[in-house]
């Protein structure tokens, strides 16, 4: 599809540069918020190509590197210019071009790399990493808390996630506690946003929000969240490991045969101390002590022969066992040692080929899929002390440096695979976070995790990362699993944000629903000026407004003034589509519920 000769109808649209996972995410909340959008890629995937001509958004098949593509597209009138392409040098040409041609142009870009993007907002880009901005949400799933804190500016608020002791309203349960989503136990649907007046029956999850004192005040303190999920051997996570790693190289080293080995020079040591204790005797009737006689077993054993000790004038017998422990505990020695050379060497030669054995691990998250987002995943596990084992089936990945630096536990090998997943120790396991970036291989690595996990699967959290949205609907349904994730939805609002000129400032799921939190400013004369709270569309809820350098939780007949800061939470699309209208110093009324 073309764009229309005339330009001046696209005056105030948005280029989107690359249809792929973020791009789709990011084109469907542009046109969800009524914003006019353009994509440019010059070999899109077909099967996205569809959902375009569903929305009516134009497409141009054309390299966006090149300074007519992004003319033909509408760059001289354009409102802000998203590069989301596969590649980030192909994002990098792109973004330094439109610099280029409009150097008053927003332009929002998503880059891996992060030397690179810093040197892009250097100049004025705004650099988003679609991996960085999921992983909260992903982390979140796995370790399953119950509560986390969000940073709105002014204030700071806590999310608690908790299952109703008795049935009730909302109000009789939780005071002032703003609510944020009610799932109930019946059926498991998420009610967004409820009232006060809500009525929940025991057992059913609730979502509230509020302050520190709040929480408290509502007995939350003490019981704060629901349960994290437990796990066989539950314990609290382990700190950050500063144990010397050759010692933990050897203790988790030892196998069988060494503890054979060492048991046999053990019980040879202590037969050797208790016939020398019976049986030596020097000419002058001095006997030897316990110290004495493990002393010369030691140093027979080491084939030292320091002469301290002579067996000439000992007894036949005693002459005969010094001859056994001599040939007998030099074999073992040598046994030991060379079996505990061979282990100590061969998990040094695993770890470098990514074939590490997985011992001593207990309450870990298996991560599976080794790319950016897998990756964000593995550094925010590690950075608040969980411990974490990582199945890549890539040789050439290159993120493998980064793993091996922080002494990840790696296995190179089909997470698919059951032999592959018996070693990851699922039976001790805290989580499993699947997040490769094929769609196809998440689902058969999870159901192969849910096989494996068996009468635990209720209890484990496994985390699937899926982009198809139908798929993930589907997969959720059918197949029980609790926690489908999107990286690209979770991160497409922050770029639409950053594409409008809006503040997003968080992104989250509860169960299968998405909540978006932004800040606002209220313009004087648009919209939403002299709107009251209950006015607002349906599942969107006002948190704090700051007006006057004051801060102020809102009631529902409190009404937004020009100038006012508000931050509030909501589903992405309702959100995004206030904010929108709220920006534009207008009289709209799209805000307000229809």
């Known amino acids: 599809m073309s764009l229309p000769p005339s330009p001046s109808p696209w005056s105030g649209h948005v280029i989107v540069c690359g249809l792929h996972d973020e791009g789709l995410r990011v084109v469907e909340q542009l046109h969800a918020t009524g914003a006019r959008v353009v994509v440019v890629d010059l070999a899109p995937d077909p099967r996205l190509l569809g959902a375009l001509t569903g929305w009516g958004v134009p497409h141009l098949a054309a390299d966006p590197r090149v300074a007519d593509t992004l003319e033909e597209a ?252 001599m040939i007998v505990g030099a074999t073992l020695a040598t046994v030991f040692f060379a079996l505990l050379t061979n282990a100590l060497i061969g998990r040094r030669i695993e770890e470098t080929l990514g074939r590490r054995r997985l011992t001593g691990l207990d309450g870990h998250v298996v991560v599976v899929g080794l790319g950016s987002v897998g990756v964000a995943a593995i550094d925010g596990l ?64 999870g159901l192969a995790v849910r096989d494996r996990l068996g009468p635990r699967w209720s209890d484990v959290p496994v985390v699937l990362r899926l982009f198809d949205r139908g798929l993930a609907s589907t997969v959720a349904g059918s197949f029980d699993f609790r926690h489908v994730r999107s990286p690209a939805a979770l991160a497409a609002p922050w770029f639409v944000g950053a594409a409008l000129g809006l503040d997003v400032l968080d992104t989250s799921y509860v169960s299968d629903q998405m909540l978006l939190v932004a800040r606002m400013r209220v313009t004087a004369g648009s919209g939403l000026d002299g709107v009251a709270m209950h006015e607002l569309a349906a599942g969107l809820l006002v948190l704090v407004i700051e007006r006057d350098e004051t801060v102020r939780r809102p009631r529902r007949d409190s009404r937004f003034e020009g100038g006012d800061v508000a931050y509030l939470v909501g589903p992405y699309d309702r959100l995004l589509l206030l904010l929108r209208d709220a920006a534009t110093p207008a009289a709209g009324s799209a805000s307000i519920s229809p």
């Open 74 to 325: 509408g760059i001289a009138t354009a409102a802000a210019l998203v590069c989301v392409e596969s590649d980030d040098l192909q994002t990098l040409a792109t973004a330094l071009l439109a610099r280029e041609l409009r150097p008053d142009l927003r332009v929002v870009a998503q880059l891996r790399n992060a030397a690179v993007g810093r040197a892009l907002a250097d100049v004025g880009v705004a650099v988003l990493d679609v991996a960085r901005l999921a992983a909260p949400s992903l982390i979140e799933a796995c370790l399953h808390t119950g509560r986390r804190s969000l940073d709105l500016g002014p204030v700071t608020l806590h999310v608690v996630e908790t299952r109703c002791l008795a049935a009730g309203s909302l109000r009789e349960l939780y005071g002032d506690l703003a609510p944020l989503a009610v799932v109930p136990l019946a059926d498991g649907r998420a009610l967004m946003t409820p009232g006060r007046d809500t009525r929940v029956a025991a057992g059913d999850t609730v979502v509230v929000i509020g302050s520190e004192e709040e929480i408290d005040g509502a007995g939350l303190g003490s019981r704060p969240t629901v349960a994290p999920r437990p796990y066989v051997g539950a314990r609290a996570p382990r700190a950050a490991a500063t144990r010397n790693s050759l010692v933990r190289d050897l203790v988790a080293g030892v196998d069988r045969r060494i503890r054979w080995a060492l048991v046999a020079l053990v019980g040879l040591v202590g037969v050797s101390m208790t016939a020398l204790l019976i049986g030596y005797q020097e000419p002058g009737g001095r006997r030897m002590t316990p110290l004495d006689a493990l002393y010369f077993t030691v140093e027979t054993i080491g084939t030292v022969g320091y002469g301290d000790f002579y067996f000439r004038d000992q007894q036949p017998w005693l002459r005969s066992w010094a001859i056994v422990l």
């Open 382 to 445: 590690l950075a608040r002390g969980v411990d974490v084992v990582v199945v890549e089936a890539d040789e050439g990945s290159r993120h493998l440096p980064h793993l091996r630096a922080r002494r990840v536990p790696l296995l190179l090998a089909d997470a698919t695979l059951s032999q592959t997943l018996d070693g990851l120790r699922l039976d001790r396991a805290r989580a499993v976070a699947v997040l490769t970036s094929d769609d196809l291989t998440n689902l058969e690595t």
